[in-house]
């Protein structure tokens, strides 16, 4: 975790600038045995033609990061707010999405991801990005720049010690992890399985079959008394 949270502070600081730039973190926990994870970054088509970079630049620069190299990297373009958008989608290797799974338990039907609070505390100090872009996150969210990571767990989610849940999924923004506790916990519970819905429609069916059985038999028997 440590280090997807230090590749999202890496790209804000180092390709920000005037903040017009968007990185979407998804977290899909599948279940006890799967989890894929994603990250989308934007950068403003205007914000790059003004500096002179290209789409290309930054993506020959991402494949040569330490951090990235093994990520799938894919062009994308966006309109957003009428404002044109270019970046890529990254689909994280498997060394990344075992860290998850190393942090997952699975009880019964409860799901729990649970992280050390320090694997966002000392990665994130958003005190860096005043002191190497000149602006405060507040000033930075207003000028368009986005951090977010979206965890989504097997079942409901049922609690969370950061982030919001929104239509069941938490929702981690970056003054969030300005207040991260001691532990980052997430916890969701699929519905138990059971046979007495099955059993209900079963006997259902069975019900329907014995009654259109007996109306056949009453009709096949009627028709004969008449006969």
Not at 166 to 177: F, H, P, Q
Not at 198 to 203: F, L, P, R, V
Request: charged fraction near 30%; aromatic fraction near 6%; hydrophobic fraction near 40%.
């Amino acid at each position: 975790m440590k280090k997807i949270i230090k590749l999202l502070t890496v790209f804000a600081i180092s390709l920000a600038l005037t903040g017009c730039m968007k990185v979407h973190y998804q977290i899909n926990v599948i279940d006890k045995d799967n989890v894929d994870a994603s990250m989308k970054i934007l950068y403003s088509k205007e914000m790059m033609d003004t500096y002179k970079m290209t789409q290309e630049d930054i993506k020959a620069q991402m494949e040569t990061d330490e951090g990235l190299k093994d990520w799938e990297l894919k062009d994308v373009s966006e309109k957003i707010d009428g404002e044109e958008y270019v970046g890529f989608n990254a689909v994280a290797p498997k060394s990344i999405t075992k860290d998850f799974l190393d942090c997952l338990t699975v009880e019964n039907n409860t799901y729990t991801l649970k992280m050390e609070s320090d694997d966002l505390g000392e990665s994130v100090n958003t005190d860096d990005f005043e002191e190497q872009l000149g602006y405060s996150i507040d000033k930075l969210e207003e000028m368009g720049l986005e951090i977010g990571i979206k965890v989504a767990m097997p079942g409901k989610v049922k609690s969370t010690t950061i982030g919001t849940i929104k239509d069941n999924v938490v929702d981690i923004g970056l003054k969030d992890l300005q207040n991260v506790g001691d532990e980052i916990t997430i916890v969701s519970e699929e519905a138990k399985s059971t046979t007495s819905n099955t059993g209900i429609i079963i006997g259902g069916v069975a019900l329907v079959i014995v009654i259109a059985g007996g109306l056949y038999f009453y009709k096949n028997k009627k028709r004969k008394m008449i006969i």
